[in-house]
């Protein structure tokens, strides 16, 4: 933080903390600092009451790493309308919320919560990969999902737990090809998920 801001420490901490926000773009750093300084004393209250809030109470569901409050599971895997043998496995709960968009795949999910990244010091036991494994040696499941990110990351987790999970017997499949590569489930429309899924291809 630039020096200029000396005189001025509470801003200077207000935009040490922002900073630390991924995906916060450092362009609007000022401008939410801004926001937060000149809002109405109520408003900031009720920010950081539900910042506390959602931090005690949302949690990981046990199974599928979707997220809960005030449960275990989660409604998708206490659903039993649903397929309990097929799990889709997505890298992120909101490209599980693109996938139920499109109404077409009634199974269960794993979240795995980001992708393999070792220069970030991401390995398979910071995301919940040793879980996914678990279940797939479970015998309780029949096929597994590949829904992770055309990326090259993406690619590289899929294939680093599709090692580990290869010697079972199971069916082992991949989102279809033809999607954008760099490009993420999360931004995609709805046909295209769906015919990506529909057309899936053996891993
Ligand atoms: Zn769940």
């Not at 922002?18 to 773009?25: E, F, M, R, V």
């Not at 496995?89 to 009634?106: A, C, K, L, P």
């Not at 990351?153 to 989102?175: C, H, M, N, P, W």
Request: proline share 4%; with cysteine.
């Amino acid at each position: 933080m630039s020096r200029s801001f000396d005189h001025l420490p509470s801003l200077k901490r207000l935009l040490t903390e922002l900073q630390k926000i991924p995906y916060l773009a450092s362009k609007n750093l000022y401008r939410v600092a801004t926001h937060i300084v000149t809002s109405q004393p109520e408003k900031i209250d009720q920010l950081c009451q539900a910042l506390e809030q959602a931090k005690q109470y949302v949690k990981n569901c046990r199974e599928c790493f979707n997220w809960v409050e005030g449960q275990q599971v989660c409604s998708i895997c206490s659903d039993d309308s649903r397929e309990t043998k097929v799990i889709c496995v997505v890298e992120m709960w909101q490209d599980m919320f693109s996938i139920e968009r499109t109404r077409q795949f009634r199974g269960r999910y794993h979240i795995l919560g980001g992708v393999l990244c070792p220069l970030e010091g991401i390995g398979p036991d910071q995301l919940s990969i040793n879980q996914l494994i678990m279940r797939c040696k479970s015998g309780t499941i029949q096929e597994i999902i590949f829904a992770t990110n055309p990326t090259p990351e993406g690619e590289a987790t899929a294939s680093f737990i599709y090692s580990k999970i290869q010697d079972q017997d199971l069916i082992v499949s991949r989102l279809a090809n033809g999607l954008p590569m760099g490009s993420s489930l999360e931004f995609m429309d709805r046909v295209t998920i769906h015919e990506a899924l529909v057309g899936r291809r053996p891993f």
